[in-house]
């Protein structure tokens, strides 16, 4: 599956943002997806994720309350709706996929983030 990522931008503290990211493949709805952002001299960090079934939805703990997941098997691609934005939540957003019981083992290319004070 091929994943691209899109909807970052700049935005001042409050604000909101919604991610998508598109897949190609007909296998997408086997896929559990999910968030990941890196911010500049930091590790890559878990935001939130959705599973194939749509049953379990997981999120940092950073992101609970503002970030919600969600996906559309028809459009084959997910959202990351993030709402109350921080200065904290500036980084590199990408979307991944997984296989159940692995690792994430695609992933998209990336989309700013950037949150102004």
């Known amino acids: 599956v091929q994943l691209q990522a899109s909807g970052g931008g700049l935005v001042q503290t409050g604000g909101s943002l919604r991610l998508s990211c598109a897949a190609s493949?007909?296998?997408?709805?086997?896929?559990?997806m999910g968030w990941f952002r890196q911010a500049p001299g930091k590790e890559r960090e878990f935001v939130a994720s959705?599973?194939?079934?749509?049953?379990?939805?997981n999120y940092a703990d950073s992101v609970k309350g503002r970030f919600t997941i969600s996906r559309d098997n028809a459009k084959k691609t997910v959202y990351l709706q993030m709402n109350s934005l921080t200065p904290e939540d500036t980084a590199v957003y990408y979307c991944?996929?997984?296989?159940?019981?692995?690792?994430?083992?695609?992933w998209g290319q990336g989309t700013q983030v950037t949150v102004s004070s």
């Open positions: 991944a996929a997984k296989v159940a019981g692995t690792d994430y083992n695609y």
């Open positions: 959705f599973s194939r079934s749509g049953a379990i939805r």
């Open positions: 493949g007909r296998t997408f709805s086997t896929y559990t």
